[in-house]
Every structure is written in structure tokens, then in C-alpha cells.
């Protein structure tokens, strides 16, 4: 086990208004439930960001604060190492949080009561975006092939009409843990141009790759689909560092770019947070070891969970995991409902995760767990549903 970077080591994150913890034991009256469903991490982030955000602290005065050229450098050095493209300054948009790029994205590039497509199961602040915004959810669920889902085209085309302008993707895909391949984005990008949609795609997850998976993202299709593209990401994901409130949009067309920058400008969202800046320049400059050794601390995860589920639950049926750190679960064969499982992870089991109706009708059936943890912590959480599954 990992332990240069204290991946074993379980930290009290209750009583710190956690939203992975405090607000899910306020949501189920417990104190004492392992919570498995928040896509958080429970890692302590590279001890470089926190050296840089105490000397932030350690200055006193917290200001208003600007971007720097640090903020971009950072970023197009990222993406020079991690996918070998050189990515111009002038692409890259400030924005607090992905779930705000993806709202103001649909709110900017659309129109009252036109339609989005979204793949399902689908994310909930992504669902939201298109919902709370007024537009028509275009729901395309993902088709299983064998152990694979796959996105149905031939039911997106029957979506499509007249009103119909954009297309939310997450990439890799959450819940499902799916990475695409280049040969499914490019086919996503025929079918936007063809029917005029807008891309929006949210790669937040781009960096967590299992090991031997490459993350393809949509900058790297096509200079067509640049054109339409909307891309936004950022590294509080890769790094556990989420509380800073930090993201970006990657927009290659000046039109695109401009509309969206005076939106943002229009509702006074352009500063960072005092930290912003810094967690981002140290993130993707200095922190490299921590990011490769994270990686493999999570796919040990991931073998250990399979082997504890296929020995204790081979009931539950584990999809290929290709991205995230998130696992996803289909338990019909237990003959379980959803309450009936429900139930048994928060009543008998003292566990919670996230049901998958949480993302949707075509989340039924399954649910989404969280393994990035201390060993110890998941080891603790799948023996206490050992323990009550035999007399369930």
C-alpha cells in the first residue's frame, strides 16, 4: 500500500462543515456512517499546495485577487505534458466551478424551451444546468454493449429537431466511469455539426485515468468540432483540492469566447478566490509524483473492492472502471428494489453511497461508489455490509 503521500492515513473530516461527511450525517441523523457516495476524496492534497496556501495565509491580507499569467502558463503546461498540445492563452476562460461553466454555458448559448441532449445516467448539477435553466432535457441513455455503455446515436438522431442546440457530454463519463474513444468523439463531433449543436464537455475527470487508459479529450478530435467546443475542466479532481472553487473553459472560437467572457463579466464572476491562482499553479507544475502515485493508490483500490465484492457479493456485478474514481455497481441480480438496497446500506449496513436514481430513470437498478479512501476505511465499510448481507 501507498504510503509516501499518507493515502493510509484516516483523517477526521467531521465537524469542518464537510460536505462529504458533516452534510451526509446531517441528511441521515448519524454520526457514525461511513459515507462512500460524495465524489470527493479523503486524501490529504500534496503537501505543495498546502506549503503554498499557508504562505498565502501567512501574507495576512486577503484581498481581492486577479489572474496572473501564472494561472495560464499553468494550465497550458499541464496540457503540454499530459496530451502534448499546445494549447493558446487566449482559449482558456476563468470560472469558479464547472457546475457554474456548464449553467451559464446552456444559459449564454441557448434559448428558452430549446433542447439539450445529455447522455443517461447523467451527472445531477449537469442534469440541472439544462433543467433549472428552462430547456428541454434531451435524455439519450447509454446502450450496453456486453460489458461496455455506449452512446446510442441512432436515438440521439430521433431527438434532434428544430429547436434542439446543444449537447452536454462528460468525459469520462460519471456515473458509468466510461472513457470515450477517439473514434466515439469523433463521431460526437459529425453529429453536432451536422445538426448545428453546440459541445459542451465536461473532462473534470480527464486526469484520473486507470492505468493503461488514455484520456482522450475532445480538444484532440478535430479542428472542426473546435469550433463549437465549450470545454471546461480543472484540476480540483486530480488534486483533492475542490474547497478552493477553481475551474476553466477551454473555448478555441473567438465568437464562442467572447459572448461567454462578457456574460461572466456581466455578472461580476471574473475574480478567484485568494487561493485560486496558487492551488492552480502548484497543482500542474510541482506536483507530478503526488498525481502518478494517487493514481495507483486508487486502481489498488479498485482491485481490492473487486476481489472483496467477487469473493463476499457476487451478486453485484462491477463495470469496467476506465476513468474516475468512482465504481458502478448493478445489483438486480440480488432481487433487491432500490429502497430494499437503500435500506440495507443506510439502516443495516451503516453505509451510504449514492443510489443510482439520483442520475436518473436509467440509473435504476445501480448504484455509484466512491473508492477513493484510506484501504482501511473501505475495508471497515464492505465488512460491515458483510456482516448484515447473510441475514438480510
Same mark, same amino acid.
Not at 77 to 86: E, H, I, L
Not at 160 to 185: F, Q, S, Y
Given at each position: 500500500?501507498?504510503?509516501?503521500?499518507?493515502?493510509?492515513?484516516?483523517?477526521?473530516?467531521?465537524?469542518?462543515?464537510?460536505?462529504?461527511?458533516? @452534510?451526509?450525517?446531517?441528511?441521515?441523523?448519524?454520526?457514525?456512517?461511513?459515507?462512500?457516495?460524495?465524489?470527493?476524496?479523503?486524501?490529504?492534497? /500534496?503537501?505543495? %499546495?498546502? $506549503?503554498? +496556501?499557508?504562505? !498565502? +495565509?501567512?501574507?495576512? !491580507?486577503?484581498?481581492?485577487?486577479?489572474?496572473?499569467?501564472k494561472f495560464f502558463i499553468s494550465i497550458q503546461r499541464?496540457?503540454?505534458?499530459?496530451? $502534448?498540445?499546445? %494549447? /493558446?492563452?487566449?482559449?482558456?476562460?476563468?470560472?469558479?466551478?464547472?457546475?457554474?461553466?456548464?449553467?451559464?454555458?446552456?444559459?449564454?448559448?441557448?434559448?428558452?424551451?430549446?433542447?439539450?441532449?445529455?447522455?443517461?445516467?447523467?451527472?445531477?448539477?449537469?442534469?440541472?444546468?439544462? +433543467?433549472?435553466?428552462?430547456?428541454?432535457?434531451? *435524455?439519450?441513455?447509454?446502450?450496453?454493449?456486453?460489458?461496455?455503455?455506449?452512446?446510442?446515436?441512432?436515438?440521439?438522431?430521433?431527438?434532434?429537431?428544430?429547436?434542439?442546440?446543444?449537447?452536454?457530454?462528460?468525459?469520462?463519463?460519471?456515473?458509468?466511469?466510461?472513457?470515450? @474513444?477517439?473514434?466515439? &468523439?469523433?463521431?460526437?463531433?459529425?453529429?453536432?455539426?451536422?445538426?448545428?449543436?453546440?459541445?459542451?464537455?465536461?473532462?473534470?475527470?480527464?486526469?484520473?485515468?486507470? *492505468?493503461?487508459?488514455?484520456?482522450?479529450?475532445?480538444?484532440?478530435?478535430?479542428?472542426?468540432?473546435?469550433?463549437?467546443?465549450?470545454?471546461?475542466?480543472?484540476?480540483?479532481?486530480?488534486?483533492? %483540492?475542490?474547497?478552493?472553487?477553481?475551474?476553466?473553459?477551454?473555448?478555441?472560437?473567438?465568437?464562442?469566447? $467572447?459572448?461567454?467572457?462578457?456574460?461572466?463579466?456581466?455578472?461580476?464572476?471574473?475574480?478567484?478566490?485568494?487561493?485560486?491562482? @496558487? *492551488?492552480?499553479?502548484?497543482?500542474?507544475?510541482?506536483?507530478?509524483?503526488?498525481?502518478?502515485? !494517487?493514481?495507483?493508490?486508487?486502481?489498488?483500490?479498485?482491485?481490492?473492492?473487486?476481489?472483496?465484492?467477487?469473493?463476499?457479493? /457476487?451478486?453485484?456485478?462491477?463495470?469496467?472502471?476506465?476513468? @474516475?474514481?468512482? +465504481?458502478?455497481?448493478?445489483?438486480?441480480?440480488?432481487? &433487491?428494489?432500490?429502497?430494499?438496497?437503500?435500506?440495507?446500506? &443506510?439502516?443495516?449496513?451503516?453505509?451510504s453511497v449514492y443510489m443510482g436514481s439520483v442520475f436518473?430513470?436509467?440509473?435504476?437498478?445501480?448504484?455509484? &461508489?466512491?473508492?477513493?479512501?484510506?484501504?482501511?476505511?473501505?475495508?471497515? *465499510?464492505? $465488512?460491515?455490509?458483510?456482516?448484515?448481507?447473510?441475514?438480510?
Amino acid at each position: 500500500m501507498e504510503t509516501q503521500y499518507g493515502f493510509d492515513v484516516v483523517v477526521n473530516r467531521r465537524n469542518t462543515n464537510c460536505g462529504r461527511w458533516d @452534510t451526509m450525517d446531517k441528511k441521515y441523523g448519524k454520526s457514525d456512517m461511513i459515507h462512500l457516495g460524495v465524489a470527493d476524496m479523503d486524501f490529504k492534497a /500534496p503537501e505543495e %499546495i498546502r $506549503n503554498a +496556501l499557508h504562505d !498565502v +495565509l501567512d501574507m495576512g !491580507v486577503l484581498g481581492y485577487t486577479d489572474l496572473s499569467d501564472k494561472f495560464f502558463i499553468s494550465i497550458q503546461r499541464w496540457y503540454k505534458k499530459q496530451y $502534448n498540445m499546445d %494549447i /493558446p492563452r487566449e482559449w482558456i476562460v476563468f470560472c469558479p466551478r464547472i457546475n457554474i461553466a456548464s449553467s451559464i454555458s446552456v444559459e449564454t448559448y441557448t434559448e428558452k424551451g430549446d433542447g439539450v441532449i445529455m447522455h443517461t445516467p447523467a451527472y445531477g448539477p449537469l442534469q440541472n444546468a439544462i +433543467l433549472k435553466n428552462g430547456r428541454r432535457m434531451l *435524455a439519450s441513455p447509454l446502450k450496453k454493449n456486453g460489458e461496455r455503455f455506449e452512446m446510442d446515436f441512432e436515438y440521439m438522431e430521433s431527438l434532434v429537431d428544430e429547436h434542439t442546440k446543444m449537447m452536454i457530454m462528460c468525459n469520462p463519463h460519471n456515473p458509468t466511469g466510461r472513457a470515450w @474513444t477517439k473514434e466515439e &468523439l469523433v463521431q460526437a463531433a459529425d453529429f453536432c455539426k451536422k445538426h448545428d449543436l453546440i459541445l459542451f464537455t465536461d473532462e473534470i475527470h480527464g486526469d484520473l485515468m486507470k *492505468a493503461g487508459v488514455k484520456h482522450q479529450t475532445a480538444l484532440s478530435v478535430s479542428e472542426d468540432i473546435n469550433d463549437r467546443l465549450i470545454l471546461a475542466s480543472s484540476p480540483t479532481k486530480t488534486f483533492n %483540492i475542490p474547497g478552493v472553487i477553481v475551474s476553466y473553459m477551454i473555448i478555441p472560437n473567438e465568437k464562442l469566447r $467572447n459572448i461567454i467572457e462578457a456574460d461572466i463579466d456581466r455578472i461580476g464572476m471574473h475574480n478567484p478566490t485568494i487561493f485560486a491562482v @496558487t *492551488a492552480v499553479e502548484k497543482a500542474y507544475t510541482e506536483c507530478d509524483d503526488w498525481y502518478e502515485a !494517487v493514481k495507483k493508490y486508487i486502481d489498488d483500490n479498485e482491485t481490492f473492492t473487486r476481489e472483496f465484492f467477487a469473493e463476499h457479493f /457476487p451478486e453485484f456485478h462491477i463495470y469496467p472502471r476506465e476513468g @474516475t474514481y468512482l +465504481l458502478w455497481f448493478d445489483y438486480k441480480k440480488t432481487g &433487491l428494489n432500490e429502497q430494499q438496497m437503500e435500506e440495507w446500506f &443506510l439502516e443495516k449496513a451503516n453505509v451510504s453511497v449514492y443510489m443510482g436514481s439520483v442520475f436518473g430513470e436509467a440509473g435504476n437498478g445501480y448504484i455509484r &461508489l466512491n473508492i477513493a479512501s484510506p484501504r482501511s476505511m473501505l475495508e471497515e *465499510a464492505y $465488512n460491515r455490509m458483510l456482516k448484515v448481507w447473510k441475514d438480510w
